[in-house]
C-alpha cells in the first residue's frame, strides 16, 4: 500500500464516482464526447486531488485516451468545462494548455527522431525568446535564456539517468527510453500537472521499475500526477487515487484496495452480470462433435 | 478420441524482430467444440488466434490441423482446408452489396454460392432480406453478422472469431455470442477470442486464459468464470485477497 502523504488525505474521502476532494487541481463538469452515436466520454462530475497519483484506468474503448485529448485540448468535447487549477481550459487550445501548468505524455511516444536527445529536451521548454522572428535574429535576446534552458534540461537528464545519451539522436533510442525522455520533457515546463497516457507500455521490464520511481517521486517535486495505465500490478503499487472507466462514464473510484474489490470494476473488466443468463450456456459438446462428423462425412462421400 | 482437429504446440510469435508476442503458447480443439481465449490487454489472444491462420510469424513451435502441419502456411490455403477467420474490425468490403461480400467468401468455389447462401440465409435471415444493400451502410452488428457469414460460405470445420463483440452494444454482443453458439451447434468447431470474459466463459466448453503472451490457466468455462486467480489476473494482486 502506498503510504504517501496524499493517500493519508484521502483515506477520508468516500470511494464513490464523483466525490468531491479536499484540495482538487483539476475539476471537470459534465463533459461529454459523442463520435456518431457513440457517447466515447459522459463524465458527470470529477475530481483530482493536488499533489497525489491517481491512475485512470478501464477496460478498452473505456474512454480514457479520448478524456486525455479532451482535457489537454487536443479534442473538443460536444459539451462539459473544467476548470485547471482555477483557471477554466474548457476553450484553450492544446498548444497553450501547457502554459497553464498541465502537460501530457502520448501512448506512442513522439519524441523527433532527428533531433538530439538535449534538443528533444529544449525544445519542451514554452515561451521561448528565439521563437519570433525578430529576436531570433538578436543573440544577446535569447542567449541567456537559452543558457537557462539548457542547465533545467541537463539536470532533468541527470535525474532521469539519461545525461550520458545527451548527444545521441531521438531515433536512436529504445522504445524505453523514449518514455523516459518524454516524461523528462514533460516537465521542462515545470508543470503542476502531468499526464502520463500508459508511460509503461512496451517499456521492458528492468526499465519499468526505474521509470515507476521517477512517477512516484513526482509528487515529492510538488507535482499531481494523473495517468493511465493497464498493468494492474503497476497502478495498485503506486496510486494514491483509483479512478475506473467504462463506457465512458466514471463507474468507481477510491484507493487502490476498495477499487480492485468493486463488483462494479470487476463486471466492467470481465462482462457484465445482467438480466437473463439462461441463454448463456455451452451447446452439447455431443451434439456438436456429432454434427462435425456427420458433416466430414459428407464431405468425403 | 484421436488427435484433435487443430493443435498449436508450444509457439512463439510476434511482429516485429526480436519481440516476440507469444512465448510458448499452446492450444488444442477437438471436433466440435468451442474454445474461447480470454486474457487482459496485451496477453496475445488476437496473436495467437493470427498464429492459427498464417496472419503472424510463426518462430517457433507448430500448428497442426488434422495432423498436418500448417504452421506459416498461407491464409488462402487454411481457407481451402476449412478454416475460416473472422478479424475483429473492418471486416466487410463497404463498398460491395451484403451478397458480394459473401460471394467474395467463396470465390474459391463460386458454383455453390446459391447453396452455401441459403445455409448461411438461415443463420442470419437479415443477410438475404437486404442482400443488395451495400455492406458500407451497416450497423455495427449487421456488418458482424456480414463478416461472420462470409466466413461461413466456404463450409469451414473451424472457425476463428476475433472479438466478435468489438464495439457493439451489450444487446448486440449478446446476439453475436448466441449466433456463435448457434453456428457451433451446426458442428463448425470454433477458437473465439473475446474481451467480454464472462460471456466467452458461458458459452464456451473449454477457455484458455493468456498472460503476458503465455497460457496461465486453462479449463472449463464455468470453472474458470469462477476462479478467484482470474478476476486477479485483470485487476492486480489485491482484487484475489479477499479478506
Known amino acids: 500500500m502506498p503510504e504517501t502523504p496524499a493517500a493519508r488525505v484521502l483515506a477520508d474521502v468516500e470511494p464513490r464516482p464523483g466525490v468531491p476532494k479536499p484540495d482538487p487541481i483539476l475539476v471537470v463538469d459534465n463533459v461529454v464526447r459523442t463520435f456518431g452515436g457513440l457517447r466515447a ?20 474503448g473505456a474512454g480514457k485516451t479520448t478524456f486525455f485529448n479532451l482535457m489537454t485540448g487536443f ?5 462539459g468545462s473544467w476548470s485547471f487549477d482555477g483557471h477554466d481550459l474548457s476553450r484553450v487550445p492544446a498548444h497553450q494548455v501547457a502554459n497553464y501548468g498541465m502537460v501530457r505524455t502520448f501512448q506512442l511516444t513522439k519524441a523527433l527522431t532527428r533531433l538530439t536527445v538535449i534538443e528533444n529536451m529544449k525544445l ?40 550520458h545519451m545527451r548527444g545521441e539522436l531521438g531515433g536512436t533510442l529504445s522504445g524505453g527510453q523514449r518514455k523516459l525522455l518524454e516524461m523528462a520533457r514533460a516537465l521542462m515546463v515545470d508543470p503542476a500537472m502531468v499526464m502520463l497516457d500508459e508511460p509503461m507500455a512496451g517499456v521492458n521490464p528492468a526499465l519499468t521499475q526505474s521509470l515507476l520511481q521517477h ?38 473510484e477510491g484507493p487502490p484496495a476498495a477499487v480492485a ?41 | 478420441m484421436s488427435e484433435p482437429l487443430l493443435i498449436a504446440e ?69 481457407v481451402a482446408q476449412g478454416v475460416g477467420y473472422v478479424p475483429q474490425t473492418n471486416n466487410v468490403f463497404p463498398s460491395l452489396t451484403i451478397e458480394e461480400n459473401l460471394e467474395m467468401g467463396l470465390y474459391l468455389k463460386p458454383k455453390e454460392f446459391r447453396e452455401r447462401f441459403t445455409f448461411v440465409a438461415e443463420l442470419f435471415p437479415l443477410l438475404s432480406d437486404r442482400r443488395r444493400q451495400r455492406a458500407g451502410g451497416l450497423s455495427g452488428g449487421e456488418r458482424q453478422m456480414v463478416a461472420m457469414g462470409r466466413a461461413l460460405m466456404m463450409q469451414p470445420s473451424v472457425l476463428l472469431l476475433d472479438e466478435p463483440s468489438a464495439g457493439l452494444s451489450p444487446a448486440l454482443q449478446d446476439e453475436a455470442f448466441l449466433r456463435a453458439r448457434e453456428i457451433n451447434a451446426t458442428g463448425v468447431s470454433i477458437v473465439m477470442v473475446e474481451q467480454n470474459a464472462r460471456r466467452c466463459l458461458q458459452i464456451c466448453h473449454r477457455g484458455y486464459v493468456l498472460d503476458q503472451g503465455r497460457n496461465a490457466y486453462t479449463g472449463n468455462g464455468q470453472e474458470l468464470l469462477h476462479d478467484p486467480k482470474v478476476i486477479e489476473l485483470y485487476l492486480g494482486t489485491l482484487a484475489g485477497a479477499q479478506d
Open chain 1, 41 to 60: 466520454v459522459d463524465v458527470e462530475h470529477l475530481e483530482i486531488q493536488r499533489g497525489a497519483i491517481t491512475s485512470l484506468i478501464g477496460p478498452n
Open chain 1, 75 to 79: 479534442d473538443r468535447p460536444d459539451q
Open chain 1, 124 to 163: 519542451g521548454a514554452t515561451s521561448q525568446r528565439g521563437e519570433r522572428f525578430l529576436p531570433s535574429l538578436w543573440p544577446g535576446v535569447w542567449r541567456s535564456q537559452e543558457r537557462e534552458i539548457e542547465a533545467r534540461a541537463d539536470e532533468l537528464l541527470a535525474r532521469f539517468r539519461m545525461d
Open chain 1, 215 to 252: 512517477v512516484k517521486d513526482l509528487p515529492g517535486f510538488g507535482k499531481t500526477v494523473l495517468f493511465v495505465e493497464h498493468d494492474m500490478d503497476v497502478v495498485m503499487d503506486i496510486s494514491d487515487w483509483v479512478v475506473v472507466m467504462a463506457q465512458g462514464r466514471i463507474i468507481s
Open chain 1, 261 to 301: 474489490k468493486d463488483q462494479a470494476v470487476i463486471d466492467a473488466y470481465l462482462g457484465a452480470d445482467h438480466g437473463d443468463e439462461s441463454r448463456f450456456t455451452p451447446v452439447s459438446f455431443e451434439a456438436s462433435a456429432a454434427a462435425a462428423r456427420r458433416h466430414d462425412q459428407e464431405e468425403s462421400a
Open chain 2, 10 to 78: 508450444d509457439v512463439t510469435a510476434g511482429y516485429l524482430p526480436g519481440i516476440d508476442i507469444l512465448s510458448g503458447c499452446n492450444l488444442t480443439l477437438a471436433q466440435g467444440e468451442f474454445v474461447g481465449i480470454i486474457g487482459p490487454n496485451g496477453a496475445g489472444k488476437s496473436t495467437l488466434l493470427k498464429s492459427l491462420f498464417g496472419l503472424v510469424d510463426v518462430r517457433s513451435g507448430s500448428v497442426r490441423l488434422r495432423g498436418h502441419d500448417i504452421t506459416n502456411a498461407p491464409a488462402n490455403r487454411l
